[in-house]
């Protein structure tokens, strides 16, 4: 599905924000009412799918670096786990260079899912965690065992 990258300018011309969306519209007016920052221009490009989109959002943010967007000098995201099956996810995520977002959605998941998992702690269902295994190459069998952690 196609998806917009945008950036957010303030009257200066200063980049504000970069994300992305389906619908460049609505997630403007979401802004606009949230009052973060000011927004005085938009700035529109559209991609051929989300996952792609979210590789290129990461990758301007990093380089751009956007006064509002949580910069990062590497490609880990922050408060990773520190330990057991997670720390194993989180660590072929950086290794392959994915977001969490990005594996989510390769894996046919909801974008916010590995979020929910490795940030939140929700434990995921033994076929979710098979689908976010096979998009970072691992063997979900081996992950479990190498921790003698379940799902």
């Known amino acids: ?76 995201p922050p408060g990773l786990p520190q330990s057991g099956w997670r720390k194993i996810v989180s660590d072929a995520l950086i290794e392959k260079g994915l977001s969490m977002r990005g594996a989510s959605l390769e894996a046919g998941l909801g974008k916010g899912y590995l979020h929910s998992v490795l940030i939140e702690g929700k434990d995921p269902t033994l076929d979710n965690f098979t689908k976010i295994c096979g998009v970072l190459e691992l063997s979900a069998a081996e992950v479990i065992a190498a921790e003698g952690a379940t799902t």
């Not at 300018?9 to 000011?38: N, Q, V």
């Not at 989300?50 to 990758?59: F, G, I, M």
């Open 1 to 76: 599905m196609k998806t917009a990258l945008y950036r957010h300018f303030d009257a200066e011309g200063a980049l504000m924000y970069i994300g992305i969306t389906t619908d460049p519209e609505r997630r403007l007016s979401e802004h606009i009412k949230s009052g973060r920052w000011p927004i005085a221009s938009v700035r529109v490009e559209w991609v051929q799918s989300a996952l792609d989109a979210a590789a290129v959002e990461r990758r301007a943010i990093i380089e751009e670096n956007p006064k509002h967007n949580i910069r990062r000098e590497t490609n880990e």
